[in-house]
């Protein structure tokens, strides 16, 4: 019984006691956004089954999405889904082995965070 | 005094040996995506805040829905793998078995009340 006390023992340091870093913070929001997109996913279906039942129910339901508080879950999602997207690529490149190097994996931070803000804005203009 | 042996004690603790399939599900469902979330955004996008008569008639053609059903099977599946990956790194136990159960019956029920809906208004 080499190892009777356990449940006690000390654990490496974690990610409690790291400065926020553009590599960090961009990975946890890439988990975040990607989560938080179930709310939308819900809302939309949720819409699409309101519009095959009848005019009423599809107005209730368009009234909620297109509401200021429907608007605000619908463009902060707009947002999480580039955002989930372009970190999703970003994953797929490192799975290809590369971008690993801590220059280019903050340059790929950069990206996603800008990128992600660039094609919400592209978007919620032409839509 | 514990009367297991460490050995005892390891066995069947290790990987679970489903992790590999597990992250190849993940890059799957995500090239499928790259294509589907642009095309269903501009598509949703356009014909989210218009009338009953004009929604309906956009989901009856081909295009808008066959775009609509594939992203919600498609990001469901993907939901799915991705938000258990999120309950095993911060749940344990019988909570994380009962989350586990539960996402994945959330993300069928979208999957199926979607695909179910955009059927009947595009048939």
């Known amino acids: 019984m080499a190892d009777v006390n356990r449940g006690n023992r000390p654990l490496s340091p974690h990610i409690s006691i790291y400065r926020p870093q553009w590599t960090s913070v961009t990975s946890i929001l890439t988990r975040i956004t990607g989560n938080a997109l179930i709310l939308a996913s819900v809302l939309i279906v949720w819409w699409f089954l309101a519009a095959s039942y009848s005019e009423d129910y599809f107005n209730t339901a368009n009234g909620f999405l297109t509401s200021w508080f429907g608007d605000l879950i619908m463009f902060a999602s707009l947002w999480a889904v580039w955002y989930h997207f372009l970190a999703g690529l970003r994953h797929l490149y490192w799975d290809s082995g590369r971008g690993f190097e801590l220059d280019v994996a903050k340059k790929l931070a950069y990206g996603v965070v800008i990128g992600s803000l660039v094609l919400t804005v592209i978007t919620a203009f032409i839509l | ?123």
């Open chain 2, 1 to 123: 005094m514990p009367i297991l042996t460490d050995r005892k004690r390891a066995v069947g603790m290790g990987s679970a040996k489903s992790g590999t399939m597990h992250h190849w599900g993940m890059i799957v469902s995500s090239a499928m995506l790259i294509s589907l979330v642009p095309l269903f955004i501009f598509t949703f996008g356009r014909i989210l805040g218009a009338p009953y008569e004009e929604v309906v008639a956009y989901y009856s053609r081909p295009f808008p829905a066959i775009v609509a059903v594939l992203t919600i099977l498609v990001s469901m599946v993907h939901f799915k793998n991705g938000v258990q990956a999120m309950i095993e790194d911060y749940v344990q136990g019988t909570a994380r078995k009962v989350a586990i159960i539960l996402s994945i019956c959330l993300s069928y029920t979208i999957a199926g009340v979607g695909l179910f809906a955009i059927a009947r208004i595009a048939l």
